[in-house]
């Protein structure tokens, strides 16, 4: 690792300017604290966090349906964990509403909601479906076992999101200039190198898919700045024992074999064209949609929240006046501040080694 750590910084000498890195996953923003990787490289590269936590981007509104659906008769709402604290419009979460009486199961996998379907055959389940492609593989392996399997009262809310369009939306934004991105390990595992290729030769943006440890995450520092350093702009693949440029092409006809790319609103980031994942015409008898128009008022961020900011990489949570005051992870005020891959919940376990 010395070799690394002291090759960084002869590359930074070659280079001599500083360098902005995002890294796009949340995993990714956990290990780079946990790690301690700002507190060995030199403090003029800026590591900045992306929109990679899958709970963090989900729009205030999918809470505010979710929290509706699981308030209906006849209705169990089944979600991650994760997205029981996320606060809604009226500053009401799935707790609270589980706590009022709302329906609610929390699940670790998709397949524990389908087998709450097939106990609970007369109340609709509606699974809460979030996340990137690394979860939206199982989530069509449920629906596949669902139809096989005969199951009609299982829905899914899809509020699945697809990494690659929001890249392009970040780079996009004017107020942002990226050096390079650390892309996920987790969800090339599944998508592979080949959709993140326009960031290459499009926008002549160095990227290098990462792994989650030490290491990992320092030799891809280290083959970004290489990239910079010779003036190259490539796709390329630190993290080789699990990511092939083509994917798991499985997993990939899985998804769209059930799914199709739609327009979806990012929280904090607004609508970006082709970002998420609606389930397709031929399978709107496994949409919730389909079947209840659920119509909640006006949903609208928590005053004050920076959370758009800092899933743009425009702000970092301590900029944000409510970090460790008003919001903390026991009492969160945003979505960034909820989940254990948030940068907020991030900056703050870990806050005695920000700079
Ligand atoms: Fe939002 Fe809390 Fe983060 Fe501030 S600290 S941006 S209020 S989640």
């Not at 700002?38 to 809470?63: A, F, M, N, Q, Y």
């Not at 329906?103 to 389940?125: E, F, G, H, Q, R």
């Amino acid at each position: 690792m010395q070799k690394i750590i002291k090759k960084i910084h002869s590359l930074m000498k070659t280079i001599n300017k500083p360098i902005k890195l995002m890294e796009v996953c949340g995993t990714h923003t956990v290990a780079i604290f946990r790690h301690g990787i700002r507190g060995v490289i030199p403090k003029e590269i800026i590591l900045l966090s992306g929109p990679g936590c899958p709970v963090c981007v989900t729009p205030i509104k999918d809470v505010d349906i979710a929290i509706a659906i699981s308030k209906k008769d006849g209705y169990i709402l089944t979600t991650f964990g994760d997205m029981m604290r996320v606060p809604g419009s009226r500053k009401q979460s799935l707790f609270h509403a589980q706590a009022e009486g709302a329906n609610i199961s929390i699940v670790y996998s998709p397949m524990d909601a389908l087998d709450i379907a097939i106990k609970n055959k007369d109340k609709k389940v509606v699974f809460f479906a979030t996340g990137f492609e690394t979860t939206s593989p199982s989530i069509a392996g449920t629906l596949y076992q669902a139809e096989h399997a005969g199951i009609k009262n299982f829905f899914v809310y899809s509020a699945h999101k697809v990494v690659p369009p929001a890249l392009k939306a970040l780079i996009n934004s004017p107020d942002l200039k990226i050096d390079g991105f650390i892309l996920p390990g987790h969800v090339s595992t599944i998508i592979g190198s080949k959709p993140y290729e326009f960031i290459a030769t499009e926008y002549k943006i160095p990227s290098v898919i990462t792994g989650f440890d030490a290491d990992d995450i320092l030799t891809s520092i280290m083959m970004l700045l290489a990239q910079i350093a010779e003036g190259r702009a490539e796709i390329e693949i630190q993290y080789t024992s699990v990511v092939k440029p083509e994917g798991n092409r499985k997993a990939v006809e899985l998804i769209n074999e059930y799914f199709e790319p739609c327009d979806a609103k990012w929280r904090g980031i607004g609508v970006i064209p082709g970002s998420g994942l609606k389930l397709k015409k031929s399978r709107k008898h496994l949409d919730i949609n389909s079947i209840l128009k659920i119509d909640v008022s006006e949903s609208h961020e928590p005053k004050g929240c920076q959370c758009g900011y800092v899933l743009r990489g425009i702000k970092i949570p301590t900029e944000c006046k409510m970090f460790g005051k008003a919001c903390t992870p026991e009492h969160p005020v945003g979505a960034c501040m909820v989940s254990t891959e948030g940068s907020c919940a991030a900056y703050y376990k870990y806050s005695g080694v920000v700079r």
